[in-house]
């Protein structure tokens, strides 16, 4: 599993507070692999296509629902492609125009 080195390991009160040390260096890999792995990916989930598009993911879900914007069922998932979203943001700009 994880082997912890001695400068990271936490006494138990903070340990308690704040997970184990193994669940940090767990959740610290997932956020390295799933940042790393965001530019590659061809199919956004509805959060991160919201994110892109400084939208709220229910907003998203509204174009979506509208068929304003295009997705797929991938199970019970529902997925965007990324070229969709950029294609949809180039027609629909979501800028804000401070005067």
Known sequence: MYKIPASLRSDSRSATLLGTTADLLRNRWRFHRNTHQEAHTPYLTVIE??????????????????????????????????KELER????????????
């Open 49 to 82: 296509a919201a994110k892109m598009a400084s939208l709220a993911p229910s907003t998203v879900r509204l174009y979506i629902r509208k068929g304003q914007l295009k997705a797929l069922k991938v199970g019970r998932r529902v997925v965007v492609p990324r």
């Open 88 to 99: 949809f943001l180039s027609l629909n700009p979501t800028a804000v125009v401070v005067h």
